[in-house]
């Protein structure tokens, strides 16, 4: 069923296109129940069904536009995803339909500018496939780039996801009218039964004027003797029609053929009262104009018997079309059979199924919604490259194994942080200048063991000279959780966690630092462990960490550990289980039991 678009002044309409079959076997719900309830309805009429297919997100707000007449849908792309190396982790996006009144050519114009102008990362190469077997654009990823995080941003910045507005605004009795699925399903039947109608008051009278001249014709049959007589006297055709008019003849078979007809008129409408049978029962009929015409008009081959007896059938089928036809408008549930049957009809000689899925469990999908769960090695490495890889790369080797290389660095660099994480993790990245950045797991680049995977400052927006030097992977933001801090002047600061769960773009203050001061070290504490602080003069200090009190993020902090003069922190470790390994600016090393 085509939708309707326009813009009137003052006003506007925007109906989508449906399904034909839904839409019909709707209809049919409401004339088997004027009172049906609108969720009885949808049960057939489950959303728009839009020629170009997509997928719609989110079954309520069709709800709220069936139920108010507007709404706003959200329409994506049917996208699926395809490996174009398996061994180096390089996949493809392949979009087989588009959402609706979606233009292919401007819609692969604007990814290209997309990814041009660097606005979306990772995309390699694009190029359209579509074919006569039908539409196939495949985008090309970098080695190492997550599918779903580079489909995330392109449902948000290009066409492959657009929003169509429901506004079903139609003319009801000339007037302008918001409706929702049941008014419009009502107007569209009460607009049936009135083509109905006037069809078959068209086609009634129709049948009235041809019945009219065959009953005329059958009288002349009845009559041909003294027909032919009076033709062959009149010295015109007009007295010949005149003669024919002013003479009562014979009806012959004509009252037993009205008789089948019961009460129902078979006259045509103005015909003078004193035509056609002059009585009930009576064996008299009087001609009109018409009839005699269509007596002289008539061929001599209508005259065998062959051909009287067809227009004798020809005249009992119309008066039987008739009493049908008088039947229709006389009783409102033969009007709404027919309504019916003929809808029927339409659906059986032209329905076809749905093509546009409806995504009922997802209202509005978010990139998480996208990323499979899945734990992954993170890595950030001194000079400030991070990246993830599958858990499954790493596998156990027996004693004396030799291992794998974790990830690939350069001279003077080397591996700074390395954790398990979950892809649906949340890790807070903390800076030398005491901000905390919000990011991801997987939004970490995907790399396999040789990739070095990404600057920090590509994906966080570092200021010059800001380095995160602290990770912590966060799955959620407990309140009994706490963030422990400790800068090089010696400052300490203990923060709830709850206090990070609002991230920020652009970041913000972890602790307040002094010009000359910066964070050193961040740990996760759950109340009940002790802290040891170590200086770069070879001094540390333990203590609990209810000995700090809990404070605002913009707080500076209290003192953790006195230092000497020329002297700074350098470590902050949370005590547990295992031993302290101290090393030295000239390569000295101790591994000291944590008891001591």
């Given at each position: 069923?085509?939708?309707?678009?326009?813009?009137?002044?003052?006003?506007?309409?925007?109906?989508?296109?449906?399904?034909?079959?839904?839409?019909?076997?709707?209809?049919?719900?409401?004339?088997?129940?004027?009172?049906?309830?609108l969720a009885d309805l949808m049960q057939h009429v489950p959303g728009p069904d839009f020629p170009?297919?997509?997928?719609?997100?989110?079954?309520?707000?069709?709800?709220?536009?069936?139920?108010?007449?507007?709404?706003?849908?959200?329409?994506?792309?049917?996208?699926?995803?395809?490996?174009?190396?398996?061994?180096?982790?390089?996949?493809?996006?392949?979009?087989?339909?588009?959402?609706?009144?979606?233009?292919?050519?401007?819609?692969?114009?604007?990814?290209?500018?997309?990814?041009?102008?660097?606005?979306?990362?990772?995309?390699?190469?694009?190029?359209?496939?579509?074919?006569?077997?039908?539409?196939?654009?495949?985008?090309?990823?970098?080695?190492?780039?997550?599918?779903?995080?580079?489909?995330?941003?392109?449902?948000?910045?290009?066409?492959?996801?657009?929003?169509?507005?429901?506004?079903?605004?139609?003319?009801?009795?000339?007037?302008?009218?918001?409706?929702?699925?049941?008014?419009?399903?009502?107007?569209?039947?009460?607009?049936?039964?009135?083509?109905?109608?006037?069809?078959?008051?068209?086609?009634?009278?129709?049948?009235?004027?041809?019945?009219?001249?065959?009953?005329?014709?059958?009288?002349?049959?009845?009559?041909?003797?003294?027909?032919?007589?009076?033709?062959?006297?009149?010295?015109?055709?007009?007295?010949?029609?005149?003669?024919?008019?002013?003479?009562?003849?014979?009806?012959?078979?004509?009252?037993?053929?009205?008789?089948?007809?019961?009460?129902?008129?078979?006259?045509?409408?103005?015909?003078?009262?004193?035509?056609?049978?002059?009585?009930e029962g009576s064996k008299s009929y009087r001609l009109s104009e018409t009839q005699a015409q269509?007596?002289?008009?008539?061929?001599?081959?209508?005259?065998?018997?062959?051909?009287?007896?067809?227009?004798?059938?020809?005249?009992?089928?119309?008066?039987?079309?008739?009493?049908?036809?008088?039947?229709?408008?006389?009783?409102?549930?033969?009007?709404?059979?027919?309504?019916?049957?003929?809808?029927?009809?339409?659906?059986?000689?032209?329905?076809?199924?749905?093509?546009?899925?409806?995504?009922?469990?997802?209202?509005?999908?978010?990139?998480?919604?996208?990323?499979?769960?899945?734990?992954?090695?993170?890595?950030?490495?001194?000079?400030?490259?991070?990246?993830?890889?599958?858990?499954?790369?790493?596998?156990?080797?027996?004693?004396?194994?030799?291992?794998?290389?974790?990830?690939?660095?350069?001279?003077?660099?080397?591996?700074?942080?390395?954790?398990?994480?979950?892809?649906?993790?949340?890790?807070?990245?903390?800076?030398?200048?005491?901000?905390?950045?919000?990011?991801?797991?997987?939004?970490?680049?995907?790399?396999?063991?040789?990739?070095?995977?990404?600057?920090?400052?590509?994906?966080?927006?570092?200021?010059?000279?800001?380095?995160?030097?602290?990770?912590?992977?966060?799955?959620?933001?407990?309140?009994?959780?706490?963030?422990?801090?400790?800068?090089?002047?010696?400052?300490?600061?203990?923060?709830?966690?709850?206090?990070?769960?609002?991230?920020?773009?652009?970041?913000?203050?972890?602790?307040?630092?002094?010009?000359?001061?910066?964070?050193?070290?961040?740990?996760?504490?759950?109340?009940?462990?002790?802290?040891?602080?170590?200086?770069?003069?070879?001094?540390?200090?333990?203590?609990?960490?209810?000995?700090?009190?809990?404070?605002?993020?913009?707080?500076?902090?209290?003192?953790?550990?006195?230092?000497?003069?020329?002297?700074?922190?350098?470590?902050?470790?949370?005590?547990?289980?295992?031993?302290?390994?101290?090393?030295?600016?000239?390569?000295?090393?101790?591994?000291?039991?944590?008891?001591?």
């Amino acid at each position: 069923v085509n939708g309707s678009s326009g813009i009137a002044v003052g006003m506007a309409t925007n109906i989508p296109p449906h399904n034909l079959v839904e839409i019909i076997n709707a209809c049919l719900a409401v004339l088997d129940n004027p009172e049906v309830m609108l969720a009885d309805l949808m049960q057939h009429v489950p959303g728009p069904d839009f020629p170009t297919a997509g997928i719609i997100n989110g079954a309520m707000e069709i709800a709220t536009a069936y139920r108010t007449g507007r709404g706003r849908l959200s329409i994506r792309a049917r996208t699926n995803f395809e490996d174009i190396d398996k061994v180096g982790g390089r996949q493809s996006i392949i979009v087989t339909e588009l959402p609706y009144q979606v233009n292919k050519a401007r819609l692969l114009e604007r990814i290209a500018e997309l990814a041009r102008n660097k606005e979306i990362d990772g995309i390699s190469d694009l190029r359209d496939e579509s074919d006569k077997d039908g539409m196939r654009v495949v985008i090309e990823l970098k080695r190492g780039e997550v599918a779903e995080v580079v489909l995330n941003n392109l449902y948000s910045q290009t066409p492959l996801e657009t929003v169509f507005g429901i506004n079903m605004v139609a003319l009801i009795d000339g007037q302008p009218k918001l409706l929702g699925l049941k008014e419009m399903l009502e107007a569209f039947l009460r607009h049936r039964r009135e083509v109905v109608t006037r069809r078959t008051i068209f086609d009634l009278a129709k049948a009235r004027d041809r019945a009219h001249v065959l009953e005329g014709l059958a009288v002349a049959l009845a009559n041909i003797d003294d027909v032919i007589a009076l033709i062959k006297k009149s010295p015109s055709s007009v007295e010949a029609k005149a003669g024919l008019v002013a003479r009562v003849w014979n009806s012959g078979a004509v009252p037993e053929l009205l008789a089948r007809a019961g009460d129902i008129s078979t006259r045509p409408i103005g015909l003078a009262a004193d035509l056609g049978v002059t009585g009930e029962g009576s064996k008299s009929y009087r001609l009109s104009e018409t009839q005699a015409q269509a007596i002289l008009d008539m061929r001599l081959h209508r005259l065998t018997g062959l051909e009287q007896d067809k227009i004798v059938a020809e005249y009992q089928e119309l008066l039987t079309l008739i009493v049908d036809l008088t039947d229709i408008l006389a009783r409102p549930e033969r009007l709404a059979q027919v309504v019916r049957e003929e809808l029927i009809s339409i659906r059986e000689q032209y329905g076809d199924k749905r093509r546009t899925e409806i995504n009922r469990d997802h209202l509005d999908l978010s990139t998480e919604d996208l990323i499979e769960p899945q734990d992954v090695v993170v890595t950030l490495s001194h000079a400030g490259y991070a990246k993830s890889q599958p858990i499954t790369e790493y596998q156990t080797q027996r004693r004396g194994g030799r291992g794998k290389a974790a990830t690939a660095v350069r001279d003077e660099d080397f591996v700074e942080k390395l954790f398990v994480a979950h892809t649906h993790d949340t890790i807070l990245c903390f800076s030398n200048r005491g901000k905390v950045y919000w990011k991801r797991v997987f939004e970490l680049p995907l790399a396999g063991r040789g990739s070095r995977g990404k600057p920090m400052v590509n994906l966080l927006p570092l200021e010059e000279g800001e380095k995160i030097n602290a990770i912590l992977p966060i799955k959620q933001y407990d309140d009994d959780h706490f963030v422990f801090m400790a800068t090089s002047q010696g400052t300490v600061k203990k923060t709830p966690l709850s206090a990070f769960s609002r991230p920020r773009a652009s970041g913000i203050i972890a602790v307040g630092l002094d010009t000359n001061d910066r964070l050193v070290g961040v740990a996760l504490t759950d109340s009940s462990r002790e802290i040891i602080l170590s200086s770069s003069g070879g001094k540390s200090i333990r203590f609990h960490e209810n000995e700090v009190r809990p404070m605002g993020r913009e707080a500076t902090g209290v003192r953790g550990i006195k230092l000497a003069e020329g002297q700074e922190l350098i470590s902050l470790i949370v005590v547990g289980d295992g031993h302290v390994l101290t090393a030295s600016a000239n390569g000295y090393g101790k591994l000291t039991p944590l008891e001591d």
